[in-house]
């Protein structure tokens, strides 16, 4: 009889998130953001593009509570439906990513020798391209397939685009932890005594290494998803990702920026979409230091 052995990165949160009063505040505020943009969002799909010229770059008032934009467009709806889109394309980005790069870590890791050794260097070489290079390829590859093969909208060809984009080139630094947990692990006693008594490969991998893999899993991912959020309104903002009259936190804050003039400032174009994102970011990476100091055991201050 073999006793299982014990799970040295085991995902038991000692020191409760609860206990943590800035990550639970960040996460409260994270769950009233997400809920916000999610039923405002459905609310504001038939709303945000509704021109009122009449009533163009209006400050906020109780009417407008983030005033209106060069069209009269209510800014609250957009920056709601923005915020929808943003943190939609965001965390679908970084799940993506976690899951090619806990593929590839896992199969290069389990392989080892000469195939670890090529699925190393192809992600070696990914690293060496320039990301909005990359970025780019894939909205002209995939853009166009999308919406004349599938028959998918503008809007939703630039959402899962950006989505595939994204956490196409944000899987790599994932792999390489995951390759090296692997290597790690398999050198363990209990992988060996698995090995022995005839376990196969997928049942080790699956029995063994993934429930010692979670802990770098949910750190990372902690890490990954506001980053793929940046990367999405970082993008749009350039131009090459979510495209009007679809908003996003990202373009719209492009156009606030091109609101902005040494003659006249309609500062609210540009603080109240660059404030949900700023502020949704900053919650995310406070909840992700007070998940990952759970996860290492860490004493709350």
Not at 18 to 30: H, K, V
Not at 49 to 66: G, K, M, N, S
Not at 75 to 90: D, Y
Request: glycine share 12%.
């Amino acid at each position: 009889m073999i006793v299982a052995a014990e799970r040295e990165f085991s995902i038991g949160v000692t020191p409760s998130l609860a206990r943590r009063p800035t990550a639970s505040a960040a996460a409260i505020f994270l769950i009233l953001m997400i809920a916000a943009c999610g039923v405002g969002g459905l609310w504001a799909r038939s709303r945000f593009a509704a021109t009122h010229l009449e009533t163009a770059r209006t400050p906020p008032t109780a009417r407008a509570p983030f005033g209106t934009d060069l069209l009269g467009r209510c800014l609250l709806p957009r920056c709601l439906l923005g915020g929808a889109v943003s943190l939609g394309v965001g965390a679908a980005a970084a799940a993506f990513s976690v899951f090619l790069g806990v593929v590839w870590g896992s199969l290069a890791g389990m392989a080892g020798g000469r195939l670890d050794a090529f699925m190393m260097r192809i992600v070696d070489v990914l690293y060496g391209l320039p990301y909005l290079l990359l970025v780019i390829l894939f909205k002209i590859g995939l853009g166009g397939l999308l919406s004349s093969r599938l028959g998918m909208s503008h809007g939703m060809t630039d959402a899962v685009v950006l989505m595939l984009a994204i956490g196409g080139v944000s899987w790599l630094t994932m792999a390489r932890i995951i390759r090296t947990q692997v290597l790690s692990l398999k050198a363990r006693p209990f992988v060996e005594a698995a090995r022995a008594i005839g376990v196969g490969p997928i049942g080790i991998w699956r029995t063994h290494l993934l429930p010692n893999l979670a802990g770098p899993i949910i750190a990372y991912t902690t890490l990954t998803i506001p980053q793929a959020i940046l990367q999405e309104s970082f993008l749009s903002f350039l131009g090459i990702g979510i495209q009007p009259p679809m908003p996003s936190w990202g373009n719209l804050a492009a156009e606030g920026v091109a609101a902005i003039n040494s003659v006249q400032s309609f500062w609210w174009l540009l603080a109240f979409p660059c404030g949900m994102l700023s502020l949704t970011l900053l919650a995310l990476n406070l909840v992700g230091d007070g998940m990952q100091a759970a996860l290492s055991g860490e004493d709350p201050a």
